[in-house]
């Protein structure tokens, strides 16, 4: 009877001790497929996380996407980007937001997320509204999946179950924001590189290249391809002419870096299957949309292909992608903290 008494006041007291230490959302994932940095007796994420603590949560991120998309519609597009270019980095622990200090070395200034990665403003207005409504709750990292998720949803694509539970980062990596993120001139086998490495597939490849189906990209990021795409002074022979004569209009081969294109003109709003349709008639913008089709991987030209035909077996592959990005490496349990302003550590 006594040693069973100790226990429960041992037990008592762990618990008391660990609900104290994880305020945000106390939830234990022992052996959790969806896992964490941390392995076998863990705290895993569930989408259930903030169920308790922020049950609000979602809420307040879709109201704020509601507003913000509706001022620029380029603000889905950079939210799916900005939770993309975090998880490449090192996990998804919202890294990518922090400014630079005495201690952070911002990623902001690597070379593919300067002048191209944005809706930091956004994802400022999200935290300020959970921490008045849920103080040192809800973390950096799981706004910047939320968000990515909302954007696909108002613009008209898919919506997924979220594991959430992520927790942010203390510091950030230059240097892997410029080594980890594929640029948009990769070949096949440089983006397989860059997505195997970080444990995805030809599958995820090119579902998650999909998003591409809303946003714009500057003229910078595929001018080669119509001026001298194989250092030869010629354009890339597989955009098709009428498109190709459309870009160059646009693009002129001095200057104009920072104009910007639709990765998808047919329907550069909303989020469909367009993207993929483009592609098979030569209408792709990048260097890294192109060879999906034309590169020497037989597996992701099968891919575009079927998703051009189903949309919505691109919709349920690109939701299966999307969890599988967003379970790259997060810091869980003790790991990490839940900071107070998402551009600077506590």
């Known amino acids: ?22 305020p945000a959302g106390f939830n234990f994932g022992w052996g959790s497929h969806y896992g964490g940095r941390t392995r ?4 895993g994420l569930s989408p259930q996380f903030y169920q308790f603590s922020c049950p609000q949560a979602n809420d307040i991120v879709m109201s704020v996407l509601e507003k913000a998309i509706a001022k620029d519609i380029r603000t889905a597009a950079s939210l799916l980007r900005l939770h993309f270019h975090d998880c490449f980095v090192q996990g998804c622990d919202a890294s990518i937001l922090l400014d630079n200090s005495a201690t952070i070395v911002s990623e902001k200034n690597g070379g593919p997320n300067k002048n191209s990665v944005r809706g930091y403003d ?10 008045q409504a849920c103080p040192r709750t809800v973390s950096c990292a799981d706004i910047v999946a939320l968000a990515a998720r909302g954007s696909t949803v108002l613009s008209g694509g898919p ?7 992520r927790r942010d980062s203390k510091t950030a990596s230059l240097r892997g924001s ?3 993120i594929p640029p948009p001139n990769a070949t096949i086998e440089g983006l397989l590189t860059f997505f195997k490495r970080q444990g ?8 998650l290249s ?4 809303i946003g714009v990209a ?9 001026y001298n795409q194989n250092g030869n002074n010629q354009p890339d022979e597989n955009l098709e002419k009428t498109f190709y004569f459309g870009l160059k209009t646009m693009c002129p081969k001095s200057g104009g870096d920072n104009i910007i294109s639709p990765l998808d003109f047919g329907s550069p709003r909303m989020f469909d299957n367009t993207y993929y349709k483009l592609l098979l008639r030569g209408k792709g913008l990048l260097n890294s949309d192109e060879v999906l089709l034309t590169g020497n991987v037989k597996e992701t030209h099968e891919l575009v292909k079927k998703y051009a035909q189903d949309e919505s077996l691109f919709f349920e592959q690109f939701a299966l992608s999307m969890i599988k990005l967003g379970n790259l490496r997060p810091l869980t349990g003790f790991n990490g903290e839940v900071r107070k302003n998402c551009r600077r550590v506590n």
């Open 1 to 22: 009877m006594f040693f069973n008494k100790v226990i429960l006041v041992v037990t008592a007291f762990l618990l008391v001790t660990l609900s104290q230490a994880h």
């Open 40 to 43: 076998g007796m863990s705290f």
């Open 122 to 131: 956004v994802i400022d207005e999200i935290k300020s509204k959970l921490e």
């Open 159 to 165: 919506n997924w179950e979220l594991p959430l539970g």
């Open 178 to 180: 410029n080594k980890n």
């Open 200 to 207: 995805l597939d030809e599958v995820d490849l090119v579902a």
């Open 210 to 213: 999909g998003a591409h189906t």
């Open 218 to 226: 500057r003229c910078a990021t595929f001018k080669q391809r119509l």
